[in-house]
Nanobody, 126 residues
Framework: QVQLVESGGGSVQAGGSLRLSCAASGSSLSNKCMGWFRQAPGKEREGVAAIYTNHARTYYTDSVKGRFTISQDNAKNTVYLQMNSLKPEDTAMYYC???????????????????WGQGTQVTVSS
């Protein structure tokens, strides 16, 4: 089973940027759907973005399209989430997750993921 460690969270002002990293160990990124999820206080965890590593095809929830970019570095076995034009509503704990789901067909379905990181906090102030 793949182990995941997130990093890169922090506190920024609205309009700022952060890049989250998800380092994988125990398995390569190949043949996987790698997802980023977030959970704000009092809210359910939601899917933010995903990438199907075999084709580098990406998926985003509507609220982050045009602002966030998910990418992969196979040499480093790491997935990134570049977050630009951050808004206060982006404040949440962000989690990286891995799935063997083919082509990320249900990328926002948390039950499809079998490995999760510990999370990294992102706080955006107005």
């Amino acid at each position: 089973q793949v182990q995941l460690v997130e990093s890169g969270g922090g506190s920024v002002q609205a309009g700022g940027s952060l890049r989250l990293s998800c380092a994988a160990s125990g398995s390569s990124l190949s043949n996987k759907c790698m997802g980023w999820f977030r959970q704000a206080p009092g809210k359910e965890r939601e899917g933010v973005a995903a990438i199907y590593t075999n084709h580098a095809r990406t998926y985003y929830t509507d609220s982050v399209k045009g602002r966030f970019t998910i990418s992969q570095d196979n040499a480093k076995n790491t997935v990134y989430l570049q977050m630009n034009s951050l808004k206060p509503e982006d404040t949440a704990m962000y989690y990286c997750a891995a799935s063997y789901m083919y082509a990320c067909s249900s990328w926002s379905n948390q039950s499809e993921y079998n490995s999760w990181g510990q999370g990294t906090q992102v706080t955006v102030s107005s």
